[in-house]
């Protein structure tokens, strides 16, 4: 990642925002944050490092007042927008959720914020975070052998990430 980033012509990244609803997202950001303090360390070079909700209740987060970007996608990029989703059948769930809970028209705005925090993500959501509380009712049925902890396995590739 790096490598990109020192090598191509990039003005910002933009990636997950730390929600505590899927870990996958919260780690993809911490190896963002990483990627980026390497090549400051490195190179000297700072981009701007952005990130945007996944999550219904993440879309009520102050954007613009923050230094943020709101983005009202045109129809042609919202229709591309839904036909990636509908490819894609594992947001389907997910996207669900977020007409009922905020209306269709809320997948055409995207919400751009600055990060303000680099590895120390325990803060960013709520303890413990709600991927446990899923994590539990899935070995409860069977479905996973063990839950994933902030505590045990995130929290501690946070702290081998630092530069």
Known sequence: MITVLAGEAIDYVAADAVEGF??????????????????????GREL????FPLEA???RRETTSRG???LHLDAGAFDRKLGAIANYPELTEEA???RAAHGLASLGVERLSPVDYHLDISECSEQP?????????RVQSGY????????????????????
């Open 48 to 51: 701007p490092n952005l990130e």
């Open 129 to 137: 975070p709600a991927y446990e509380r899923w994590g539990e009712q």
């Open 96 to 98: 669900d959720r977020l």
């Open 68 to 70: 943020g970007i709101e």
């Open 22 to 43: 899927n870990p996958g997202h919260d780690v993809c950001r911490l190896l963002v944050n990483a990627a980026l303090a390497r090549l400051r360390d490195q190179d």
């Open 57 to 59: 209740g993440a879309l």
């Open 144 to 163: 996973y052998k063990t839950v994933l902890r902030f505590k045990e396995h995130v929290e501690p590739l946070a702290r081998q990430l630092a530069p």
